[in-house]
């Protein structure tokens, strides 16, 4: 590849993965299945990102031919994977969109616990940023202005009991 042109593609993003402190899958998104065909070697490749990344105070890492930006905050690890001539900033505008967008969702309470509690929301934010490895919007704010759902547009035989106790302690409270 010494001076060899790549082909460009719209494919940039291998995966996004979202860890806890101890390095344990919350949400992980893979789009290139020639990488890590299965879960076990996806779950072999976080562990080693996380044994890599922990204790390091850097945002990129390149690891087992992919470029990996990353960020830290409380109890989570925010990851982006590109392949190894994927364009760090692209990878890192991707990272800040996941980031603000689930700061926004979670009111800047970004914790493993208020991630678990709105994981439906945080994989639709996921999926509104990237699809298929195609990065669609890194605006934080449109992304949270498509996944934030309206209670009083779904039926109430389909809202969630957390959905229905929040209408219901706003009207009486």
């Known amino acids: 590849m010494d001076g060899a042109?790549?082909?460009?593609?719209?494919?940039?993003?291998?995966?996004?993965?979202?860890?806890?402190?101890?390095?344990?899958?919350?949400?992980?998104?893979?789009?290139?299945k020639t990488i890590f065909p299965t879960a076990k070697e996806q779950r072999t490749f976080e562990k080693n990102l996380y044994n890599k990344t922990h204790r390091a105070n850097a945002e990129i890492i390149m690891l087992d031919g992919l470029t990996c930006v990353?960020?830290?905050n409380v109890?989570?690890?925010?990851?982006?994977?590109g392949s190894s001539h994927e364009n760090e900033l692209i990878l890192t505008s991707v990272l800040n969109a996941l980031y603000d967008s689930i700061s926004l969702i979670l009111r800047k309470n970004v914790e493993k616990r208020g991630v678990l509690e709105s994981l439906d929301i945080c994989m639709l934010a996921l999926d509104e940023i990237c699809d298929g490895g195609i990065i669609i919007d890194t605006d934080s704010s449109s992304v949270v202005s498509r996944v934030a759902l309206r209670t009083d547009d779904i039926p109430l035989?389909?809202?969630?009991?957390?959905?229905?106790?929040?209408?219901?302690h706003s009207i009486f409270w």
């Open 5 to 32: 042109l790549l082909e460009p593609t719209l494919y940039t993003v291998k995966g996004i993965a979202v860890l806890d402190n101890d390095g344990n899958r919350i949400l992980a998104k893979y789009y290139d």
């Open 70 to 72: 990353y960020r830290s």
């Open 75 to 81: 109890d989570l690890f925010f990851y982006v994977m």
């Open 157 to 168: 035989g389909e809202q969630t009991v957390a959905q229905v106790t929040n209408a219901l």
